[in-house]
């Protein structure tokens, strides 16, 4: 760990924010250059690496950008920002962890994982309603109750007083929070809906869902003893004037006050409903006109549905790849922080970063950090996500009798052709790429338990036998967050106008609900993640391994090996019952890929309830199948190791690390072999034969009876020592 303090760095191909800068613009040209400077890979550091998901959303941004369509009175949602729109009739929407629909995933992933129960039995509808109108209003009742409490505090203290002025400094955050939404209609647009239901069902009664005409009234006794409730008077001027002296006024001013200083184009509306909302008073009139409102209320909530609808099926792809950058991170569950992962996001699309006149800065890149004695910012493992999978053979509907599935453009993926481009280029650097295919009904734990992995070696055929393919690692399942038969969301209902009010419809197609059509992580994100996560000696211990040797990282962990993926469990909840004997037969005669399983499964008398690993493969092939991924690390780990204290594979220096020696490097290694992440295990051994003629060294490691070989280009210029 002195010599190389991480073996976690990946490298994620995939644009987040096409805004931001990527890359291939950050290298630049790199005619007649064999690597960057060190000032040029600090600049990269500071725009793409990131060590957690809050600095990921802070330094990438993701937003969704909406314009409004006067021609057919819709909005209009893109990922890429508008070209050829003035920048004013454009609103830029942050997609962070105050977005709601992010919100709502997150919750549900938390819940699920708490719960541990497979997706058949989980409760997705009590969740999905997080974004409906009720539910962003309930939110935004928190920020007021935060407001309110704060602003009580702030009035009642003196001028001057620290404290105030620190109060002061959570007011002005709390402020921003509720003031961005002034400009912004679509997120207006549940208030005015939610303020329209209190005002019109103010008087709803139990048994009906019906309003009555609502006058305000107090309960006194009458002349004769008589029971009975009199209209309340009416709040006048002078009342009005005395409420001044309440803070409950003084912060509806001010909410009205910073309402007219910030909107560009104020609406008297909208200021009412601004200050209703989190500032509200006793109403000094409550006449409105009812079948306006109704109107109002049910062209509100048709907008904001469509509107909601088209900003999900926009968003889903961009929000697909937040979750997978935060299941990354994720695995990584250690309290005592040691060797974090890190991930560098190229931010840009990987058919672009393929091209050949592209190749050379991405080689110039990794050259730069794999190809150099300083190990900071070595580049270990790649994430490929969402290879595309053509659809089987489908029998083609000459007449539709049904309503069915509409025809709508296939998400764009990466290619085979892409994949096998970039592992060409990243087997020179000794870069494990980890890829899946794109995520969705077919790929996930059900849909594999249902159709097999057939499918899925086959498309695989054309990486193996090839001088990359123990670089390449096919990651399967992909995961579910919510299932597509279960995305539905409703909304609200419409409403209609009634001789003594309004009335919530009781018709199901007043039912207003939108379908998410399924949220899916691809599997590539979670096996680096874990992979990186227990490169840590400190991840290891805390995952109930005795013996863990701090001094040296995970590149010999064998997640396969005797009871550790019950010990090194992903933070995914279970999603199904189980493969079934013959699907887990397939995986095993031909031990393909990194699989996760979602089995049954106890560690000490304790139910396992999260998604584990099954098989940790590269598509190298052996006698047996194919090859385990640590095979790979470990080879690259020794030959860094070597290469250092070789002096760059100086032959007596060579002669040296192999040697019997006590403080020769082989024989550290080999007197440490207890431990679960020793670079030398029992059933383990490492030797070597020089080639005088060829300048070559053939170094054997062998791992419990398998040899792997590697071999290195000896200095020249030394004397030769015999072995």
């Known amino acids: ?420 481009m970039l592992l060409d280029t990243v087997k020179e650097h000794k870069v494990q790429v980890f890829f899946n295919f794109m995520a969705e009904v077919e790929t996930t734990f059900n849909g594999i338990a249902t159709t097999g992995i057939d499918r899925l070696i086959d498309k695989c055929a054309v990486l193996t036998r090839k001088d990359y393919s123990e670089f390449a690692i096919p990651c399967l399942p992909n995961f579910t967050i919510i299932p597509k038969d279960k995305s539905g969301v409703i909304i609200d209902t419409r409403m209609h106008a009634t001789e003594n009010g309004a009335q919530l419809s009781k018709e199901k197609e007043d039912i207003l609900k939108l379908w998410i059509e399924g949220v899916y992580v691809g599997a590539s994100y979670v096996a680096a993640g874990i992979v990186s996560a227990y490169q840590c000696p400190e991840y290891l211990k805390e995952a109930s391994f005795r013996q863990v040797q701090r001094n040296y990282p995970g590149v010999r962990f064998d997640i396969e090996a005797g009871d550790h993926a019950l010990r090194a469990v992903t933070t995914m909840a279970k999603e199904i019952s189980g493969f079934t004997n013959n699907i887990k037969d397939a995986i095993n005669s031909r031990s393909f890929g990194f699989v996760f399983s979602s089995e049954n499964a106890q560690l000490q008398d304790k139910d396992i309830k999260r998604i584990t690993v099954y098989k940790a493969r590269s598509l190298a092939m052996d006698d047996n199948g194919f090859d385990s991924i640590y095979k790979t690390q470990v080879s690259t780990y020794i030959e860094r190791i070597l290469r250092f204290q070789s002096g760059d594979f100086k032959h007596d220096n060579i002669v040296k690390f192999f040697s019997n020696n006590p403080n020769s490097q082989k024989s550290k290694w080999l007197n440490d072999k207890g431990y679960v992440n020793s670079i030398i295990q029992e059933g383990d051994d490492i030797g070597y034969v020089i080639d005088e003629k060829t300048s070559l060294c053939q170094i054997d490691l062998v791992f419990n009876g398998n040899v792997k070989n590697l071999e290195v280009t000896i200095t020249k210029g030394t004397s030769a020592v015999k072995a």
């Open 1 to 420: 760990m002195e010599i190389i303090n991480q073996t976690n760095r990946t490298m994620l191909f995939e644009e987040i924010n096409p805004e931001k800068l990527d890359l291939l613009t950050l290298v630049g040209d790199v005619k007649g250059i064999d690597s960057l400077s060190d000032e040029k890979i600090k600049e990269i550091n500071e725009k793409l690496l990131v060590k957690s998901f809050d600095e990921f959303l802070d330094k990438f941004s993701p937003t969704v950008y909406s314009f409004y369509n006067a021609a057919n009175q819709k909005v209009m949602y893109t990922l890429k920002k508008p070209e050829g729109i003035q920048d004013d009739c454009i609103s830029e929407i942050a997609i962070d962890q105050n977005n709601d629909f992010l919100k709502m995933l997150f919750t549900l992933i938390d819940t699920k994982r708490s719960q541990g129960i497979t997706n058949v039995d989980f409760k997705f509808e009590n969740l999905l309603d997080m974004i409906s109108p009720k539910k962003v209003m309930d939110d935004i009742r928190q920020v007021r109750k935060e407001i309110h409490y704060l602003y009580d505090e702030y009035d009642k203290l003196d001028e001057g007083d620290p404290k105030k002025l620190d109060t002061g400094d959570k007011l002005n955050i709390l402020f921003e929070v509720a003031s961005k939404n002034y400009n912004n209609v679509m997120a207006m647009l549940p208030l005015a809906i939610e303020d329209i239901k209190t005002r019109l069902l103010l008087g709803n009664s139990q048994e009906d869902g019906e309003t009555e005409k609502l006058q305000i009234g107090t309960l006194t006794i009458g002349e004769a003893g008589e029971l009975k409730i009199i209209e309340a008077p009416q709040t006048t001027g002078t009342d009005v004037m005395l409420l001044e002296e309440n803070s409950q006024y003084g912060l509806s001013t001010v909410f009205e006050e910073d309402y007219q200083a910030i909107t560009d184009s104020p609406s008297a509306y909208v200021k009412d409903l601004v200050v209703r909302t989190f500032a509200p008073l006793p109403a000094i009139k409550t006449d409105f006109n009812i079948e306006t409102e109704v109107q109002n209320y049910n062209t509100y909530l048709e907008f904001y549905k469509d509107a909601k609808d088209e900003f999900v099926k926009t968003v889903k792809p961009l929000v697909e790849k937040l979750l997978g950058v935060k299941m990354y991170f994720d695995q990584y569950t250690t309290k005592n922080r040691g060797m974090q992962p890190s991930l560098l996001i190229t931010n840009t699309k990987l058919d672009m970063l393929v091209k050949s006149n592209n190749i050379p800065r991405l080689s110039a890149y990794l050259n730069t950090v794999n190809g150099k004695n300083d190990f900071t910012d070595t580049i270990w493992y790649g994430i490929v996500p969402g290879i595309e999978l053509e659809e089987t053979g489908r029998t083609k509907v000459s007449r539709a009798r049904f309503k069915g599935n509409e025809k709508t453009a296939k998400q764009e993926g990466n290619t085979m052709e892409s994949l096998s």
